[in-house]
Structures are given as C-alpha cells and as structure tokens.
C-alpha cells in the first residue's frame, strides 16, 4: 500500500530554472511532511519540512507548498543549480501530542539533474 | 555532532546465508529506525524503536528479519535467511524523540547489501 505518491519520477532542468516535485498523501492522519535530499552513496538528509497548519514555508531557494483540501504538497527550488542534482523524496507521518511519531512514510523519489 | 554510524559499508553474500548490520546512533537520540531501501525506491521502515523498546515493526519480515535494541543505544539487524529480494541499502536512521518539527531524522549512509 502506497501511501504516498511523488511524481515525476525523474526531471531534467536547466541551470537557474524552478525545479518542481508533486506528492500526493491518502492518510489524513498525517500531519508532517518533510522532504529529504539523497546524494549517491549517502543517506537521506531532512531539507525542509513543514505542518498543516500552514500553506506554504520558504528556506532560501527551496518552498514547501501545502493544499491540505487537496491532499498534496509540492517542493520548489528556486535557482536551481547543478549541485541540486540529487534524489528528492516526500514524506510524511502522523505526530503524537506526547512528542513521539510514526516512523516516516516515503514517496518512491523523483531524480533531478540540473542541466549547466 | 557526530553522525549516525553504520557498519559494514558493503556486504555479499549468497542466498540462504546470514548477515548482520550495526548502528550507533547520535548521541542522545532515543528513537531508531531501521528502513529498507530497494534501488530506484523510497526507504521503507522495517522497524521503530523508542529507547530499546519496540514501537513498530509491522512490516519486518518477522520469519527472516530480526532486530534489537541493547540498552537503548546501538541496534543491530539480522537476515537469516537471506533472499535474492532482500538486496537493498539498509539504513539505520535516529532522532531525538519521533520524527517532528524539533526532531528530524538523521540518516546513516547505509548498508548496501547484495544477495547472490
């Protein structure tokens, strides 16, 4: 079961363009969502995240925008520059009020290369 | 701060053999994740635990995968015995309390495993 679904699976953007990445969630249980940038042979690292409680956060040259009626968010990069390229991957999870959450529910990844 | 460390880098080993993964975590962080990441996928969690106690482990393989979590610190994660499908990067990831706002994940660079 795919709780979450990225598109596209791959994107090719020139040097100085937006680059833009779509999930789509099904739980509404879900309340966080982070976006994760992968290099090849490292783990995930947190870019940006963001709650429901707000449309759109903005951290420099990267934007989360959220449409909690419509069940999606997407990741902006502004600029985009070579060194974006990367494997980028939506998530989500359900937070609890006493600090914990569920483990992280990933999208499959989109893989962004920044055309020079 | 030092980051999540896992051993080994890279392991091989045929079908219907045994293999063992390690994972030491930032110092502090209560919860540990193990996920699964099959090449061109999302990682997928296998299981969750909150100082060494386990929270979830619903999609562990339970036949063939097991996990444990001594004195709340470092985990270790068993195959035993391992298939062709279970080739894939294992990361092990940490974070404060759950994965929210204050307390992102923090990624290993993984375990990659291939199963002959």
């Known amino acids: 079961q795919q709780q979450v679904k990225q598109s596209p699976q791959s994107l090719i953007v020139q040097k100085g363009g937006i680059s833009i990445i779509n999930c789509a969630y099904e739980n509404t249980a879900f309340d966080y969502f982070p976006w994760y940038q992968q290099f090849p042979g490292k783990g995930p690292a947190l870019l940006i995240a963001i709650r429901p409680d707000v449309s759109e956060k903005k951290e420099g040259r990267f934007t989360i925008s959220f449409n909690k009626s419509a069940k999606q968010f997407s990741l902006h990069i502004m600029d985009s520059q070579p060194g974006d390229s990367a494997t980028y991957f939506c998530a989500a999870s359900q937070l609890y009020s006493g600090g914990g959450a569920d483990g992280l529910t990933f999208g499959k990844g989109t893989h962004l290369i920044i055309q020079p | 701060e030092a980051g999540v460390a896992q051993s080994p880098r890279y392991k091989i080993i045929e079908k219907r053999q045994s293999v063992a993964f390690w994972c030491n975590p930032i110092?502090?962080?209560?919860?540990l994740y193990w996920y699964q990441q099959i090449l061109g996928q999302g990682p997928k969690l296998l299981i969750q635990f909150q100082n060494n106690g386990v929270v979830d482990d619903s999609q562990l393989p339970k036949d063939r995968f097991s996990a444990e979590r001594l004195k709340g610190v470092d985990s270790t994660l068993k195959i035993q015995p391992a298939k062709l499908e279970d080739s894939a990067v294992y990361l092990c990831?940490?974070?404060?309390?759950?994965?929210?706002?204050?307390?992102?994940?923090?990624f290993g660079n993984g375990t990659r495993l291939t199963v002959t």
């Open positions: 110092s502090g962080h209560a919860t």
């Open positions: 990831a940490s974070s404060l309390v759950g994965a929210g706002n204050n307390s992102p994940l923090h």
